[in-house]
């Protein structure tokens, strides 16, 4: 019998090469895959739930309640004539999308391990669909805004509500940017998670969350602008409830602190993108 000689091909698959560069062409190819990640997501997060979506309500309606009876009736945080439930919602919008897609956001590569180690696609399709389904949550919360508005006859400034879209693409570039590289992070350093949940609580107090960022010195300022989502909640309160002209520094200063987190966070995940799989 004459026998025939096999040959076997071993086809190694590496990320493309770039400074932080994210393929776009290959995301766009991959657009299907990022849509079910994020409607996997969705149904996972509120699964086998009684009142399911209404949670997205819930958790910033209480809280806010809890800090109105707290800091605005026992402590009398200064608002500048703004209702304090009013005041503190807007802040707790921005930071409960930025917190909550920040921790899972940091954690998603691990908890996808599975399909990682299985299949080829862009692994950054993973944190960017983790970042975005939280945002499901912002929409349906922010409509407890315009009812809180009307409940305390607050009239919103019009040039504020345009102003929301870039407020939110700077929370979704901060949270991504500190997301994409945790959680490279946390591919091996696993003790990620458990630094993340200190460090959230630490920022959400040197954050105006629950105060006004006009009691912070003046020459502790340069300090503020350093955090963009202070920028982004003093922004949102100070165009769309006090009515006050735009700061453009602050603005500026928030969107390029921003730009610098996505940067690092992206030129971080393709440097270690290629050992994903061996140390997953």
Known sequence: MKQQNYTTTFIEIKPPKAFVG??????????DLLYILVWRNVKVRYKQTVVGVAWAIFQ??????IFTVFFGRLIKVPTDNIPYAVFVYTGLLYWNYFSTALTSTSDSLVSDESIIKKVYFPRIIVPIATTVTPLVDFLVAFLILFILMVFYRFMPNFWGILLLPVLMLITFMTSSGLGIFLASLNVKYRDVRYILGFFIQLLMYITPVIYSASIIPDRFRWIFYLNPMAGVITLARDSLLHHLSLDWTLLAASFGISFILILIGLFYFRRTERFFADVL
Request: net charge neutral; proline share 6%.
């Open 22 to 31: 994210i393929d776009l062409k290959e995301i766009w190819q991959y657009r």
């Open 60 to 65: 910033p309606l209480i809280t806010m309640v």
